[in-house]
């Protein structure tokens, strides 16, 4: 069960340490954000395709970025 304390982490319920669970929640909540294009400026369009992968649904354009969270300042020229 996800809860507004723990996140997608709920789902472990109180096994695997508390460090552990606030990590995945904290990735977890970070992978599925959107995030706003460095090319196109389009607000809350890129978003993660796969690890590492991230796609801007507004101009297609694809960036490899971090694993679990979108750094956009790396493309911005
Ligand atoms: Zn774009």
Redesign the pocket.
């Known amino acids: 069960m996800a809860t507004k304390k723990v996140g997608a982490a709920g789902k472990f319920g109180a096994r695997y340490g508390k460090k552990l669970r606030d990590n995945y929640a904290k990735i977890h909540a970070s992978s599925k954000k959107k995030y706003n ?1 460095p ?2 400026a ?1 607000e809350k ?2 978003r993660r395709l796969s690890f590492g992968v991230w796609e ?1 649904k ?2 297609k ?1 694809k960036f490899a970025s971090g694993a679990y969270e979108f750094r956009g300042e790396d493309f911005k020229k």
């Open positions: 294009c090319v196109c389009r369009a890129v801007c507004n101009c354009t």
